[in-house]
């Protein structure tokens, strides 16, 4: 696999993908298509491990983003961002049925989702993503729109439990990402950086990147130049990698760029996903419907284990 590029061609509009996080040692990815035309139905796509297509499901609105529910026992479940029917800012949760052990299907086969809740807000979603319980029984959402996060139950149908202002002197949100290490942080993008707050307290925490969650100096970014960049940022890993040849018994080896990926796409890269089963590959998504799989380059994958 080490060295290997991996390619699947939507052939529609695409924004964004997930890998399934289950019981199962199979790698799973599903991806999402945009598509504004009518002609062409929007659906999620199910992949393997080599990026064929296991299943695909019906999804009437252009998927703006999506994310996979990490609790194994609840692997099958999605989230969309879309806007509706009805011109409303929204998302979904939806059951996938047999999303870690697919049934063979005939090709051009559709499936359907099972809807478990639907909430409309006021303000346009950027996206939503899942944040399991420090029980790992239940899990929170946190949606993200220009100006603001706000924290959802998905009891009585989905209530807003919380919401935190951007604040003056910045222009806007375009990301977001609940810290793995600490269920009570969620960090976002603002402009050029990153901040995270504590939902507790509303307040800022620090300025970082997301990253890999089973090695967290590993972190990816695209962009609309069509490049996929491959970052060691031990700065904040809670397992910074050491030069131990030096005398002070191993000092940090730094930040620095491991690989970047700029002939693998010919549209603006718009996600990026780590594997949940394999942590040393990932896969990009381009506008145009390109997924690509890549892995982590050998020498780095040794120098962390090693």
Known sequence: MFGTVLTHEVKRIARSVDAVYGDSDQQRYVLGSCTPSSKKLN??????????VLQ???????????????????????????????????FAVWDMDNVESPPSTSPGAVSQLGLLAHVTTDSAIVRAIWN???????????????????????????????????GE?????????????H???????????????????????????PYNRFH??????????????????SSISSAPLLDESTDAGGIDIGDAKISTHDGDHEDSVYAVAWGSQDSWVYVSLSYDGRVVLNTVPSTEKYRILL
């Open 169 to 181: 002197g910045h222009n806007q949100l375009n990301a977001i990402a609940w810290d793995p290490h």
């Open 216 to 233: 967290d100096q590993l972190v990816l970014s695209s962009s609309s130049d069509s490049s996929v960049n491959l970052w060691r940022v």
């Open 56 to 90: 695909t499901y019906a999804h009437a609105n252009p998927v703006q983003h999506l994310a996979m529910c990490p609790l194994p026992k609840m692997a099958h479940h999605v989230l969309t961002t879309f806007v509706s029917e009805r011109n409303e800012p929204s």
């Open 132 to 166: 399991p319980t420090e029980d790992g029984n239940s899990a929170t959402i946190a949606s993200l729109n220009a100006t603001s996060i706000s924290t959802w139950t998905l009891a009585d149908g989905g209530k807003e439990v919380a919401k935190l202002g951007l």
């Open 183 to 209: 269920r009570q942080q969620v960090s976002a993008t603002v402009d050029e950086s990153i901040v995270t707050w504590d939902v507790r307290s509303g307040k800022y925490v620090a300025f970082h990147r």
């Open 43 to 52: 659906q999620l796509q199910l992949l393997d491990a080599n990026l064929s």
